[in-house]
C-alpha cells in the first residue's frame, strides 16, 4: 500500500520531532529468535546481526540465554528472554516460578 505525501509527511514530522533516524531506528527494536531447536551457528549468526544493525536487545528462549551472552559480550546489545512460551496458559503459580528463573539468568527484559 502507498503512502499518500500527507501520510509521508505526518511520518516525517514524527520520527523528526522524536529524534529517530534510520541510523537509531533499531535501538527501539528487539531482535526475536525463538526457536528451541536453533542450533549454535545460527544464534550465533542471529546475535552478530544485533550487534550490526544495533537493536536494543535479543529475545530468546532461556536455553540460549548463555551462550548469547558470549556471542553478545562488549556489545550494547542487552537480553531478553520469555515466560510461559508460548502457550501462555500457565497458572499464577507456574508463571511466577518460571519467571523467577529466567530472570535469575541475568536478562535484561522479560516478555510473558
Known amino acids: 500500500m ?5 501520510q509521508r ?3 516525517e514530522e514524527l520520527l523528526k520531532k522524536t529524534g529517530i533516524t534510520s541510523e537509531n531506528l533499531p535501538k ?3 531482535h526475536t529468535f ?26 530468546i528462549l ?3 540465554v548463555k551462550l548469547a551472552e558470549k556471542y553478545l559480550d562488549g556489545s ?3 537480553i531478553c528472554s520469555v515466560a510461559d512460551f508460548p502457550e501462555g496458559d ?10 523467577s ?10 516478555d510473558m
Do not use: M, W
Request: overall charge negative.
Open 76 to 78: 550494547d546489545v542487552l
Open 9 to 11: 509527511a505526518s511520518v
Open 90 to 99: 500457565s497458572d499464577t503459580k507456574h508463571k511466577i516460578a518460571e519467571a
Open 62 to 64: 532461556p536455553i540460549h
Open 2 to 6: 502507498e503512502q499518500s505525501g500527507e
Open 28 to 30: 527501539y527494536f528487539d
Open 34 to 59: 525463538l526457536y528451541e531447536d536453533a542450533d549454535n551457528d545460527k544464534l550465533q549468526s542471529f546475535c552478530e546481526d544485533a550487534r550490526k544493525y544495533g537493536f536494543k536487545t535479543v529475545c
Open 101 to 110: 528463573e529466567t530472570i535469575s539468568l541475568g536478562i535484561a527484559e522479560l
